[in-house]
């Protein structure tokens, strides 16, 4: 079982779950010294290490070795998975995997914006991403 950080369109339910192909236990956490971005043409964003920076996302618990294998698919070749460290809501710190942007290249310097993908993307990310 791994914890899985996530900052972008799997922090919505409606689209971790059916990625994931299971549900796990979501909580509200901090990722600290790493940064969200845009990416240039895309409605989902990318996150890499930026000291002093910080993530605010969501955390999903205990999710199986399949689910992992399956959230690995869906970030494909763009993204590297890895350990950080995160802290919880409650305070706690935990272990969690996130996925990391490889090409910094395409990066906006603006963060993603939460509402912007809510209003415009949401309904339909899962549908056009998944394969």
């Known amino acids: 079982m791994k914890n899985i950080f996530s900052y972008g369109s799997l922090m919505y339910a409606a689209v971790f779950d059916p990625v994931a192909g299971s ?64 802290t ?9 995997d996130i996925y990391r942007w490889l090409d910094t290249t395409t990066l906006e310097p603006e963060d993603w914006s939460r509402e912007e993908f809510e209003k415009m993307h949401l309904e339909s990310f899962f549908r056009i991403h998944a394969s």
């Open 23 to 86: 549900t796990a236990r979501p909580t509200l956490a901090t990722l600290k010294d790493w940064s969200r971005h845009r990416i240039m043409s895309k409605s989902y964003p990318a996150a890499v290490p930026a000291f002093g920076a910080q993530i605010e996302g969501v955390l999903w618990q205990d999710v199986g070795q399949d689910a992992v294998a399956r959230l690995d698919r869906f970030e494909g070749d763009e993204y590297r998975r890895e350990t950080v460290v995160v």
């Open 88 to 96: 919880k809501a409650d305070g706690l710190t935990v272990d969690a």
